[in-house]
């Protein structure tokens, strides 16, 4: 399985709002698209002030990452959604994207302890 870990930092005093829209309004969307959501949330620790938050989501592999990115940011539903909003928000985002296993991935969505 492959597990895309992305960060954000966000504009000051957006990250409540990026995180419910995230939360209530994204997530829902990602998963009606067939997108698996480990977790999204504030970060604990922000960098050098700056308000940061994450979102993990897991893929069966890099062909279906591509694939399933390219069709839910080209849909109706992100563009005529929540887009603009979470966009809004965002300052700068990192992406990384590694292998995983099914078990690391549940224990992630669990919040359980993988060390």
Same mark, same amino acid.
Not at 23 to 34: E, I, K, M, S, Y
Not at 40 to 68: K, M, W
């Given at each position: !399985?492959?597990?895309?870990?992305?960060?954000? $930092?966000?504009? #000051?005093? /957006?990250?409540?709002?990026?995180?419910?829209? !995230? $939360?209530?309004? =994204?997530? #829902?969307?990602? /998963?009606?698209?067939?997108?698996?959501?480990?977790?999204?949330? #504030?970060?604990?620790? +922000? *960098? +050098?002030?700056? *308000?940061?938050?994450?979102?993990? $989501?897991?893929?069966?592999?890099?062909?279906?990452? *591509? =694939?399933?990115?390219?069709?839910?940011?080209?849909? +109706? =539903?992100?563009?005529? &959604? #929540?887009? +603009?909003? %979470?966009? &809004?928000? %965002? @300052?700068?985002?990192?992406?990384? /994207?590694? @292998?995983? /296993? =099914?078990?690391?991935?549940?224990?992630?969505?669990? &919040?359980?302890?993988?060390?």
């Amino acid at each position: !399985m492959i597990l895309e870990i992305r960060t954000y $930092r966000l504009k #000051p005093g /957006t990250r409540d709002e990026f995180v419910r829209l !995230m $939360r209530n309004v =994204a997530v #829902p969307l990602l /998963t009606d698209a067939g997108i698996d959501t480990v977790r999204c949330g #504030p970060s604990l620790v +922000d *960098e +050098d002030g700056n *308000e940061e938050a994450y979102l993990i $989501r897991a893929f069966t592999d890099l062909q279906a990452h *591509e =694939a399933q990115e390219t069709a839910f940011y080209g849909s +109706d =539903a992100w563009r005529s &959604g #929540p887009r +603009d909003a %979470i966009i &809004g928000c %965002i @300052e700068s985002y990192h992406s990384i /994207t590694i @292998e995983a /296993t =099914a078990t690391a991935i549940d224990a992630l969505r669990s &919040g359980v302890s993988l060390l």
